[in-house]
């Protein structure tokens, strides 16, 4: 939402603090050589899954073992990874994959999937990857999981049950939220554009108006809802786990298929999220960077959705993908505002926590699973101002990762940023999402046309191919 006459009272003070600072050293950032550090570094992760878990879902890259989601596998990260395998440029090894994909991956499975999860990794990769491609295969794969997934549609309400069985196609989970209820338009949608099949536009839509009736009599959207009902079960409104993609795919889906009723609904939605949730002033949590504090003036908390009332002082990594949705409407005074309060977070602990309490500066929930938010922010802040300042930031996060969370094999997400203790997992969305956003920031400004592509919240560009 463009706000023209909008001027941010408390803005960016702490670009005041360290903002010079990281203009100058930008000066510094040789893009070449980052780029081929973040491939260097991708193709380690990906070279430690390929040695202990090809053909399983997942690397657990402590003890080198595996995981299969949901007992057998649907090759979540070969799916998941192999459109940052052709972005960044590894082509044999790309071509190799989506082979092995196509002869192996079948969806024909008595398995009762999340159907969030799944069309967000497996349905966006294999239609991002057919698109780059034009692997026909892919998208006869993407059309048989969207048939699949159908049934979790058939709500009273229309409205998506969280599971369904791929087999059988027995749907459960009516106690839901709305970014799972609305983050399904860009996939669907996509493969409806791509198969001439209108009924996948059509549901997914209707997931998301649904979810937008429902809004409280402010404007806000809380974080659990009964599918059946249509009644919410938690009232509580944020912009972070569990509501977050909705508010993303009210734009996205606005700007791939020039939707002019998402459009509307993120209009009016946004505003009422600077409204209620938007927190701004004196009276901050002064982060301790390198030894000395700093100000951040623009945050983003909870509140009750019937009332507007603050609940919660808290943000977190989740959260950091806000600035770069505000950048993309255009909104760059919140969204360079916000985005320095995301990096005092990182800053304060040299990696960003799950929760974080702006008010207090306080660690809430102190895990790190290898979160991609916060660079996609930085990558869309440099694309939409050329600031050096943000390739700064982005090689401070990548040596910052790098550090704390490389093993001997792979990449392991941490227990504690305090402790920097390592847990033993590195979810498909490192080599998806983390690494891709990292490389983009780095690569030629033009690597992606982000006038006729959006990403969809795992990070796989969707290109508008249609009228």
Request: with cysteine.
């Amino acid at each position: 939402m463009k706000q023209s006459g909008f001027i941010l009272v408390a803005f960016l003070s702490l670009a005041a603090a360290v903002g010079q600072t990281f203009a100058q050293n930008s000066a510094k950032i040789d893009r070449v050589a980052a780029v081929k550090q973040v491939k260097a570094e991708f193709l380690h992760a990906w070279n430690g899954y390929k040695q202990y878990c090809w053909g399983h879902d997942d690397l657990k890259p402590l003890s080198k073992t595996c995981r299969d989601w949901y007992g057998q596998s649907i090759l979540m990260t070969p799916v998941d990874s192999l459109d940052s395998l052709y972005l960044l440029g590894f082509q044999d090894e790309a071509d190799k994959t989506r082979e092995y994909i196509v002869k192996n991956l079948s969806f024909d499975k008595d398995i009762s999937v999340q159907n969030f999860e799944i069309t967000i990794r497996i349905l966006g990769g294999l239609l991002s990857s057919y698109q780059m491609t034009g692997d026909k295969r892919l998208l006869d794969l993407a059309d048989d999981l969207g048939k699949r997934l159908l049934p979790v549609f058939e709500s009273p309400t229309g409205m998506p049950y969280k599971y369904v069985n791929l087999k059988t196609g027995k749907i459960s989970g009516a106690i839901s939220n709305p970014a799972e209820t609305g983050t399904l338009l860009i996939e669907f949608g996509t493969l409806a554009k791509l198969t001439g099949k209108t009924i996948y536009y059509e549901k997914a839509k209707r997931a998301i108006v649904e979810t937008y009736k429902r809004r409280s009599p402010i404007g806000l959207v809380g974080t659990n809802i009964n599918v059946d009902t249509g009644k919410w079960t938690n009232t509580d409104s944020h912009v972070s786990a569990e509501i977050d993609s909705y508010y993303e795919y009210l734009l996205k889906a606005a700007v791939l298929f020039n939707d002019k009723e998402c459009r509307d609904m993120w209009e009016d939605s946004i505003a009422k999220v600077h409204s209620y949730l938007a927190d701004e002033g004196p009276g901050m949590s002064k982060p301790n960077v390198q030894g000395r504090e700093v100000n951040a003036d623009l945050w983003y908390g909870h509140a009750d959705m019937n009332t507007g009332k603050r609940t919660e002082t808290t943000t977190g990594a989740l959260d950091a993908f806000f600035p770069g949705l505000l950048a993309l409407d255009g909104d760059l005074n919140r969204a360079r505002a916000l985005q320095d309060s995301m990096f005092a977070m990182w800053q304060a602990n040299g990696i960003e926590p799950e929760v974080y309490n702006y008010r207090t500066g306080k660690v809430e929930a102190a895990g790190y699973p290898l979160r991609p938010e916060i660079v996609e922010s930085t990558y869309y802040l440099y694309q939409f101002t050329k600031n050096p300042k943000y390739l700064a930031m982005g090689k401070q996060m990548l040596d910052d990762f790098i550090k704390h969370c490389r093993t001997d094999v792979a990449y392991a997400g941490l227990m504690s940023v305090v402790t920097k203790e390592k847990t033993d997992y590195m979810h498909s969305f490192v080599l998806a999402e983390t690494f891709k956003y990292f490389y983009l920031l780095f690569a030629p400004d033009k690597t992606i046309d982000l006038k006729r592509t959006v990403f969809n919240t795992e990070a796989h560009p969707m290109m508008r191919s249609w009228k």
